[in-house]
C-alpha cells in the first residue's frame, strides 16, 4: 500500500523521522545532561580546588593537593581493603553462581521461571532492610553466635568486622552475578556439548572444553556487575563494618557529611569512577580474548 | 529440549543441593526480620511472645509517619516524570536514528551503572552550586528539602524505566506501526492504538520499578536532603545506625514486604503477554549488562 516515493520525498521523510527522534528523546537528553553531565563534570572542577580554613569550598587557587592527597598510605591503605574486599566478593559470587545459573539453566521452563521470579525478588527489594536483617545473625547473640554457643564454643562476634561487610556484600550483590550468568548458560547451543560427549570427553573436559568457554561472556558480565557496585559499597559497610574497616564508599560520604572536604571527596570521587572504568576495560579485554 | 540439557547422577544432585543453599541465603535473613518484628519483648534478641506491639508504635510514631508521607510524595511525582520521559527515551532510542543518538544512548546507562555514592556527591555539588547561583542571579533562597530528592530520583529513575520499556519494545518489530502509517494514521493516532497497548506493561513494569526503587532510597537522597525532609528509608538508616530497637524490625518488615510486592507486581506486567520462548530472556533484561542484550534482541 506504499507510495512510489522518489529518492527526494524519501530523504526528506528520513530528515523529518530523525527530526521526530530528537523531539522525542530532547526532555530526557535535557534532564540527564542537566542533572547528570553537569554534576559529573561538576565533581571533576571540585577535586581542583581548594578549601579554606572553615572547610568551604574555594573554587580559585585550582591544585592537585587532593589527588596528592590519594596516595598517602591512610588512603592507600582504604583502596586496598576496598579492593580486596571487592575481589573476594567477586570470586566468592561467581563460584557460589555458576553452579547455581546452570542448575536454573537446566531446568524445565516453568520449573526455570519460579526459581528466576525467586532470585529477582528479593535481589529488587529493600537493600537497606535486607542488609539490616543479618545483624541479627552476626551480632554478639545473633544465630551464628548462637549455634557456636550451643555446641559448647565461644560465643562469636562477626558484627562489625570485614567478615560481615563481606558475607553482606556477596548476599546484597549476588543476584547480579546470577542473571548474567544464567542468560548465557540458558542461550548454550546444547548439541555442542552433546558433540563432545558423542567424540568421548568426559563431562567435565566437554564442560571445561565447550560449556565454560561458551558462557564466558555471561561470567565477564557478571563480574562487573558484581565488581562495581562491591567497589563503592556504602550502606553495607554502614550497617555490618565497624571503624576499623572504612571502606571507599563510607571514605567519601564522610568527606561530604562529617569532614566536611570537598574537594578531597570529589578526588575521591574521580579516582573511584577510574578504578572501575580500568576494571571494566580489563574485563572486557579478557573476556573478549576468552570467547 | 531442556531435557536432556539435566545432568544426571551425583552431579545434578550436588547442583540441586548448592541452589537450595543459595535460596537459604537468600530469605533466611528475611524471615528472620519478619520473625523478630513480631516479638513482644524489648530486648530484640529474647523471644518471649509474639504481639503486634511494635506496630502500634510505628503508627503512633509521628516522625516515622511523617517520613513515610515524604517518601510517598517523592515517589510518586518522580515516578510519573521518570515513566514519562523515560518511554519516551526509550522510544526515541529503540525507534529512530538522530543526531546525537549515540551519545544519548551512552549516557542514558551510567545513573545504573555509576555507584550510588558518587551518584549522591554529584548532585550534592550540583544543588549547591544551583542554589547559590539562582540566588545570586534571582535573588531567591533556595533549600534542599523535597523538591531535590524529587529532581535526583527522576534523574536516576528515568534510565531504569527506559531500560524496562526499551526490552519490552525490543521484542516488537515496528511493522505493526509502519502498517498504521500505511493506513494514513497520524503520529500520535499510531501510539495511542498500537505502540502504547504493546509496550503498556513495560511501562507499567518500569514505572512500578522506579516506585520501588525510589521508595527504597538510601544513599542518593541522603545526600540530597535537608533539613526536617528525610524521608522513610534514610530515617531509619539513622536508627539502625545509632543501634538495633524492636520498633526499627517492624518499621523494616513492613518496608520489606511492601518492596517484594511492588517488585513481584513490576516482574508480573513485564512477563504478560511475553510468555512464549523469550520469555526467560526478558527477566535477564533486568539487569543492565552492556553488551549482552544486543543478542538477545
Not at chain 2, 32 to 49: A, G, K, R
Not at chain 2, 137 to 152: C, Q, S
Not at chain 2, 179 to 193: E, G, H, I, P
Request: glycine letters at 8%.
Amino acid at each position: 500500500m506504499t507510495q512510489q516515493a522518489t529518492p527526494a520525498l524519501e530523504a526528506a521523510a528520513e530528515k523529518a523521522r530523525a527530526r521526530n527522534g530528537f523531539r522525542i528523546a530532547l526532555p530526557a537528553y535535557a534532564y540527564l545532561v542537566i542533572f547528570f553531565v553537569v554534576p559529573l563534570l561538576l565533581v571533576l572542577v571540585y577535586s581542583f580546588a581548594s578549601r579554606s580554613s572553615t572547610g568551604l569550598t574555594v573554587l580559585e587557587d585550582w591544585n592537585f593537593d587532593s589527588y596528592a592527597r590519594l596516595f598517602s598510605t591512610d588512603v592507600g591503605r582504604i583502596f586496598l581493603r576496598s579492593l580486596v574486599l571487592a575481589l573476594s566478593t567477586t570470586a566468592i559470587c561467581l563460584v557460589v553462581c555458576y553452579p547455581f545459573a546452570y542448575y536454573i539453566a537446566t531446568r524445565g521452563p516453568t520449573l526455570r521461571n519460579v526459581l528466576l521470579v525467586l532470585v529477582m525478588i528479593p535481589f529488587w527489594s529493600n537493600f537497606l532492610v535486607r542488609t539490616y536483617a543479618w545483624t541479627f545473625i552476626l551480632g554478639s547473640d545473633g544465630v551464628v553466635s548462637q549455634i557456636s554457643q550451643a555446641f559448647g564454643g565461644e560465643p562469636v562476634r562477626l558484627l562489625f568486622t570485614n567478615t560481615a561487610v563481606l558475607i553482606g556484600m556477596v548476599y546484597g550483590f549476588m543476584p547480579f552475578m546470577v542473571l548474567p550468568l544464567y542468560a548465557a548458560i540458558e542461550r548454550l547451543d546444547w548439541s555442542l556439548i552433546d558433540a563432545a560427549r558423542d567424540l568421548y570427553a568426559s563431562g567435565w573436559t566437554a564442560f571445561r572444553k565447550v560449556t565454560l568457554p561458551l558462557s564466558m561472556p555471561g561470567v565477564v558480565a557478571g563480574s562487573i556487575l558484581v565488581f562495581i557496585p562491591s567497589l563503592g559499597a556504602y550502606v553495607t559497610p554502614a550497617i555490618l563494618g565497624g571503624a576499623r574497616t572504612t571502606l571507599m564508599g563510607d571514605y567519601i560520604v564522610g568527606q561530604f557529611l562529617t569532614a566536611r572536604n570537598w574537594p578531597f571527596g570529589s578526588a575521591l570521587s574521580i579516582a573511584l569512577m577510574t578504578l572501575m572504568l580500568i576494571a571494566t576495560l580489563i574485563y572486557f579485554r579478557s573476556g573478549a580474548r576468552n570467547v | 529440549m531442556s531435557e536432556h540439557r539435566q545432568p544426571r547422577g551425583p552431579v545434578d544432585r550436588l547442583l540441586a543441593a548448592n541452589a537450595w543453599v543459595v535460596y537459604v541465603f537468600f530469605y533466611a535473613p528475611i524471615g528472620l526480620l519478619i520473625f523478630l518484628s513480631f516479638n513482644d519483648n524489648e530486648n530484640v534478641s529474647i523471644w518471649t511472645e509474639p504481639s503486634l506491639r511494635w506496630y502500634r508504635a510505628m503508627l503512633d510514631d509521628d516522625r516515622i509517619l511523617g517520613a513515610l508521607r515524604n517518601s510517598l510524595i517523592v515517589a510518586l511525582v518522580s515516578t510519573i516524570v521518570a515513566t514519562i520521559v523515560g518511554t519516551m527515551l526509550a522510544l526515541a532510542l529503540e525507534r529512530y536514528r538522530f543526531r546525537g543518538r549515540g551519545a544519548l544512548d551512552g549516557i542514558a546507562y551510567m545513573p545504573i551503572i555509576i555507584p550510588d555514592v558518587t551518584m549522591g556527591v554529584m548532585l550534592l555539588i550540583f544543588f549547591f552550586q544551583a542554589i547559590g547561583l539562582i540566588q545570586d542571579v534571582l535573588g531567591v533562597t533556595l533549600r534542599t528539602g523535597l523538591g531535590t530528592i524529587t529532581l535526583a530520583h527522576i534523574a536516576f529513575n528515568i534510565s531504569f524505566v527506559a531500560v524496562v520499556v526499551r526490552a519490552r519494545l525490543g521484542q516488537f518489530d515496528n511493522s505493526l506501526e509502519e502498517a498504521a502509517a500505511d493506513l494514513y494514521a497520524s503520529r500520535w493516532q499510531t501510539f495511542r492504538r498500537v505502540t502504547l497497548p504493546l509496550i503498556a506493561p513495560g511501562v507499567a513494569g518500569g514505572a512500578l520499578l522506579a516506585l520501588t526503587l525510589s521508595l527504597d532510597d538510601v544513599v542518593v537522597t541522603q545526600f540530597v536532603s535537608g533539613q526536617g525532609s528525610t524521608t522513610l528509608p534514610v530515617y531509619v538508616f539513622g536508627l539502625v545506625r545509632r543501634g538495633v530497637t524492636p520498633l526499627i524490625n517492624a518499621v523494616s518488615t513492613v518496608m520489606l514486604l511492601a518492596s517484594m510486592l511492588l517488585v513481584a507486581l513490576s516482574l508480573g506486567l513485564q512477563r504478560s503477554r511475553g510468555r512464549t520462548g523469550e520469555g526467560q530472556a526478558d527477566l535477564s533484561e533486568f539487569v543492565p549488562t552492556t553488551s549482552q542484550h544486543e543478542e538477545t534482541g
